[in-house]
């Protein structure tokens, strides 16, 4: 791989190629040759162009001088050698000086700091590609994907490495940038409703390695290890995949007929009681209602008490608190089949009146309670028990049931919103067959599925992309001027 220096631009043995090969092929008679061929070497030819115009700029980024100064730190010249960076057109080699602080410690790439190089191989735009691509692929389909398309063919391993850095760093600017976030996307302006939702999922986690023995009790346990590892001819065990409840919420804007126009997508891997997951939903909240006076907040959500007490708290602006219709129809059911026989006839003749009843009539919920009461009261065993259960809750949701109300208002009564961003965040990229996670790979993928599905990709990823260029200052050149060099554009 070749290593740039040279600044005429055009005069660069790729472009010959290219040249070359374009004159020869289009003066050959019309319609002769294999086309895909022509149409993969042209494609390879301005790629190769491509990665001669990206290494002679990124060469432009160097610096060569006797000190400079990085976030107050002065650093004097230590090397000169070539490093391979991955671009979206493919690999590309230049030569950069590395810094290192007269206090010691690592070195610096100047080159790196002001093109903002990501993760020291990534440039800005292929780091862009192959998170996004990581975010609905693993990493072995991304790097089958990236090597048919004939551009960049980073490794599974950079790509697997590639979410957790960037995760890393969201993470150390999240209160800032979901605010950042937040301020450059704008309201819908036909929005009368605001919905706000959370639920939660099982995913499969890895399980803990850490575990606090004493030295007799290790020794002890790995000699009953390689026992069973000798009884089973040195195969180990696999780990079981332990299942922990990740978390998702949504915020879903409507106009006054009741119509879904956005939804902003909110997912955190398993947390101590949804901690930083209602945070952002907070967060959310309070901008939209402060941002859109009048604006009419909903509160959606089962009959998990958990997720009450977190939206009860939202008492900026009164919303109206509903427990999705599709949990208490499941409730329902429940209580009757218990009464009836699961999938009895009557059971089922029952379900379907007492539904329309719970939805479309004023005080519908109280004709279900003492419909449940009845039955609850001519029970006995196994089935009282049953039926008490579902009577005491919608005894316990009743005042978030007054369906019909809501409806004549046009408010969402479902939170299929919720229950679907579960599925479209979660499972098709972590619950695939033989998948298990640590918190961090998970939420690396997680935070980046959201903001793609949020439609804030563009926004999310700017942030990011930003926050790997530095500002490097030349303190002193090589003919004793000082200057300032500032951040790339």
Known sequence: MQAYQSHD??????IAKLRQFVARE??????????????KRLHSLVAECEREFLGKKLASYDIVAEAIQVGGVVYKPVLR???????AAGNITVERNLYRSTLGGRCICPLELRAGIIEGLWTPLAARHGMFAMAQLTSEECETLFD??????????????????????????????????????PIPERATIVAIGLDGLMVPMKPSNVVRRSPAEAKKIAKSKAAKAGEKGGK???????????????????????????????GRMPEHKKVALTDQLRDEYLSIVQAVPGIQPVFLADGASENWRFLETLTEVPGKMIVDIWHAYEHLKKGLDAFYGVNATQSRAEFERLKVILKEQDGGVDQVIRALKYRHNNSTGAAKKDVLEQLTYFRNQRSRMDYASYLRD??????GITEAGCKTVYSPRLKRSGQSWTLKGGQGIVTFRCLIKSKRWATGWKLVANSYKTRVT????RHGHSAAVGRAA
């Open 9 to 14: 631009v055009l005069e660069t043995p790729g």
């Open 148 to 185: 048919e398309l004939g551009n960049m063919r980073p490794s599974h391993s950079s790509l697997d490495r590639l979410p957790k850095r960037l995760s890393e760093r969201w993470e150390e600017h999240r209160a800032d940038w979901e605010d950042a976030v937040r301020s450059e996307e």
């Open 474 to 477: 030349v303190l002193e050149d």
């Open 81 to 87: 050698s070539s490093q391979t960076y991955i671009a």
């Open 410 to 415: 046009n408010l969402p009564v479902g939170s």
């Open 236 to 266: 180990k065990e696999p780990k079981p995949t332990v299942y922990k409840e990740a978390s998702c919420g949504t915020v879903s804007f409507f106009d006054r007929e009741g119509d879904r126009l956005e939804t902003v997508y909110c």
């Open 26 to 39: 289009l003066d050959d008679k019309p319609g002769r040759g294999n086309y895909q061929e022509f149409e």
